[in-house]
């Protein structure tokens, strides 16, 4: 098993080396024969090749069978001119040209946050989402254009480009218990989204067993914050997607918990939902638990290893219960440790 690591900026190299402890230790439990193979991505690619995706970073990326990232960004990159070659920009060019149009983020309520978030009591129990984000298409990657004085952007969707995420969403909402999907769009506007719509429609035909559900997204903003335990498979637009999915992040209590696996293509991309943090980079107080969780996904969709995912989770869980604590989720009763710490203490419990 051969993972590529692209650490990128800010807090990257700090929580991905965190992770790479707990494989480590999985690795050792479970014999899974892990190498690495580092890349430069990101801001620290440009200040390198000029390029936050360079040629010599794809390379390596195409010997491996998955990847794990950090983040990409800082404010020094953002007015490099043109902004394509922003780092954010590799970020987009590694999805698109490894073909991963399905981003599936999981958010799960913690009790052990429960003082963390804002719900009250009991309001969150037994929560238990995955948004599924389409990552490839819509206005990410549409036609775009700007002058000094107006600029635009499109949202362009074809209809196998909506299938095939639609279809994968599905698919997960029917092999899990309560087998709910909510689609999102905003089809009382957008063609895009009545296109959407249209397509989900037929797909669900195929999947009597599962129970549907559209919901506007100004609508399904309000919804996640009143009744977020309605929710279970939730398939939408990639803009729709990411404005969903760190809003739902205050749900487990801190963004610094959202793991993503970012799958439809050979090598799979497996990455924290956050981004650098450049404000706490370097100090060793970011939470690598989103990252640690991501790599948990890698071994449950790459390596297809359930009980080493489990291994990492059951650790994750058990630190948070004995109330160890990045300061992101620390109280005044908590033990707080650093990045480097939380990834040890993971580590010890596998
Ligand atoms: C995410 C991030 C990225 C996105 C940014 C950094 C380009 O916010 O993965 O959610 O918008 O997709
Ligand atoms: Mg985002």
């Given at each position: 098993m051969?993972i590529a690591?692209l650490?990128?900026?800010?807090?990257g190299?700090?929580?991905?080396e965190a992770?790479q402890?707990?494989?480590?230790?999985v690795?050792?439990?479970?014999?899974?024969?892990?190498?690495?193979?580092?890349a430069?991505?990101?801001g620290?690619?440009?200040d390198v090749?000029?390029?936050?995706y360079p040629?010599?970073?794809q390379?390596?990326?195409?010997?491996c069978?998955?990847i794990l990232?950090g983040?990409?960004?800082?404010?020094?990159?953002d007015?490099i001119?043109?902004?394509?070659?922003r780092p954010?920009k590799g970020l987009l060019a590694?999805r698109?040209?490894?073909?991963?149009?399905?981003?599936?983020?999981?958010?799960?309520?913690y009790?052990?946050l429960?003082?963390?978030?804002?719900?009250?009591k009991?309001l969150?129990d037994?929560?238990?989402?995955v948004?599924?984000r389409?990552?490839?298409g819509g206005?990410?990657f549409?036609?775009?254009?700007h002058d000094e004085?107006s600029?635009?952007d499109?949202?362009?969707?074809s209809r196998?480009?909506?299938?095939?995420?639609v279809?994968d969403?599905?698919?997960m909402?029917?092999?899990?218990?309560?087998?709910?999907?909510?689609?999102?769009?905003?089809?009382?506007?957008l063609?895009?989204?009545r296109?959407?719509?249209?397509?989900?429609?037929e797909?669900a035909v195929?999947?009597?067993?599962?129970?549907?559900?559209?919901?506007?997204v100004?609508?399904a903003?309000?919804q996640l914050?009143?009744?977020p335990t309605?929710?279970d498979?939730i398939?939408?637009?990639?803009m729709f997607?990411?404005?969903?999915s760190?809003?739902?992040?205050?749900l487990?209590?801190?963004l610094?918990m959202?793991p993503s696996a970012?799958l439809?293509?050979?090598?799979?991309?497996?990455e924290?939902?956050?981004?650098?943090?450049?404000?706490i980079a370097?100090k060793?107080?970011?939470?690598?638990?989103a990252t640690?969780?991501?790599?948990?996904?890698?071994?449950r969709f790459?390596?297809?290893n359930?009980?080493?995912?489990r291994a990492i989770?059951?650790a994750?869980n058990?630190?948070?219960a004995?109330?160890?604590k990045t300061?992101d989720?620390?109280?005044?009763?908590?033990?707080?440790v650093?990045?480097m710490?939380?990834a040890?203490?993971?580590?010890?419990r596998i």
């Amino acid at each position: 098993m051969k993972i590529a690591v692209l650490k990128g900026d800010g807090i990257g190299p700090e929580i991905v080396e965190a992770a790479q402890v707990v494989l480590n230790k999985v690795d050792e439990k479970f014999n899974l024969g892990i190498e690495y193979a580092e890349a430069l991505f990101g801001g620290a690619a440009y200040d390198v090749y000029g390029n936050p995706y360079p040629e010599e970073s794809q390379k390596i990326v195409e010997q491996c069978d998955a990847i794990l990232l950090g983040a990409v960004g800082a404010p020094k990159y953002d007015t490099i001119e043109p902004a394509d070659l922003r780092p954010e920009k590799g970020l987009l060019a590694i999805r698109k040209s490894l073909g991963l149009y399905c981003n599936i983020r999981p958010i799960k309520y913690y009790d052990f946050l429960a003082d963390r978030v804002i719900w009250k009591k009991g309001l969150l129990d037994g929560l238990d989402i995955v948004i599924c984000r389409e990552l490839t298409g819509g206005a990410y990657f549409g036609k775009r254009g700007h002058d000094e004085n107006s600029a635009y952007d499109t949202i362009s969707y074809s209809r196998p480009e909506i299938e095939r995420i639609v279809r994968d969403a599905f698919e997960m909402a029917k092999n899990r218990d309560r087998k709910i999907l909510h689609s999102i769009d905003k089809a009382n506007v957008l063609d895009s989204s009545r296109l959407w719509r249209k397509v989900v429609n037929e797909i669900a035909v195929e999947y009597p067993e599962v129970e549907l559900h559209h919901l506007y997204v100004d609508n399904a903003a309000m919804q996640l914050i009143v009744n977020p335990t309605q929710f279970d498979v939730i398939v939408t637009e990639n803009m729709f997607g990411d404005i969903l999915s760190d809003e739902s992040a205050a749900l487990g209590g801190s963004l610094g918990m959202l793991p993503s696996a970012s799958l439809g293509g050979k090598i799979s991309l497996f990455e924290p939902s956050h981004g650098s943090a450049p404000d706490i980079a370097g100090k060793n107080i970011a939470n690598p638990i989103a990252t640690i969780l991501s790599a948990a996904m890698l071994l449950r969709f790459s390596a297809k290893n359930e009980a080493a995912a489990r291994a990492i989770e059951d650790a994750v869980n058990a630190v948070l219960a004995d109330n160890i604590k990045t300061p992101d989720l620390a109280d005044e009763t908590s033990k707080v440790v650093g990045t480097m710490e939380m990834a040890q203490e993971i580590a010890a419990r596998i």
